[in-house]
């Protein structure tokens, strides 16, 4: 099997990175044949598409993203890897919390996974369920992705669609596709804030620092699915 490892990187890397990173890298290199892209400075959208092509090229089986400010969680290949035997399921993700303000974990799910209606912000929150479960999307620092589902998606993979981000354009047009996207409650990736990591054991103290300036949220005891809790966000006017 062969993996091709998607690092978009830009300048002044944390050491921690490469510490982490360089080892686990290691590790899987005893298991798979492994290839590298890493497209320094440019738009993130730009580097994951380079990332793409890279995998065609090398004709790899998986593209593994792993985000320059993350720290890759021990197995979490292993772990991924099971969640994309299922042919219609092209991305299996851990859990990547936000490194800044409000600190919320980059787990997205819409209602009937429909894309067509994104005016609220149905952003998933702790407690997860146990076992691995669908999203319509998820922050990508720590992603394992199906290279044969990916040529199947009109080109380009990653983009922009107005103020939208890249991971917000790739998981769209995979649902149009009728592709199925998954994340893994216990592959916590830790995301590289200054001065501290962000992850589950402190994201709730470090939003509770600030919730005077949060935008109002009100939390909901369960999703329409009935398998997470669910913040709905208002989204303010901007002048």
């Known amino acids: 099997m062969k993996l091709l490892i998607g690092i978009p990187v830009l300048d002044n890397v944390n050491w921690r990175f490469f510490l982490y990173t360089t080892t686990q890298v290691a590790r899987l290199a005893k298991e798979y044949d492994i290839a590298f892209c890493t497209p320094n400075r440019c738009s993130i959208d ?9 995998a065609f090229k090398e004709e ?19 772990t991924l890897l099971p969640l994309l035997e299922p042919e219609d399921v092209i991305s299996a993700s851990g859990v990547s919390f936000q490194r800044g303000h409000p600190y919320m974990p980059m787990v997205y799910k819409f209602k009937d996974f429909d894309f067509s209606d994104r005016t609220t912000a149905n952003q998933l929150v702790p407690p997860f369920p146990l076992e691995p479960f669908e999203v319509s999307a998820n922050g990508m620092g720590v992603s394992l992705l199906k290279v044969k589902l990916l040529k199947e998606i009109p080109e380009p993979c990653f983009g922009r669609d107005g103020p939208g981000t890249e991971d917000f354009y790739f998981y769209c047009k995979a649902s149009l596709k009728k592709f199925k996207s998954l994340v893994h409650p216990k592959v916590t990736a830790l995301h590289m804030g200054e001065p501290m990591l962000i992850g589950p054991e402190n994201a709730d103290g470090l939003r509770s620092l600030s919730v005077s300036s949060m935008i109002p949220a009100k939390f909901l005891s369960e999703e329409d699915g009935g398998r997470a809790h669910v913040c709905e966000m208002e989204v303010p006017d901007v002048d």
């Open 46 to 54: 730009r580097a994951r598409q380079m990332c793409v092509e890279a």
């Open 60 to 78: 790899a089986d998986y593209l593994l993203f792993i985000d320059d400010d993350t720290i890759l969680p021990l197995d979490a290949v292993k």
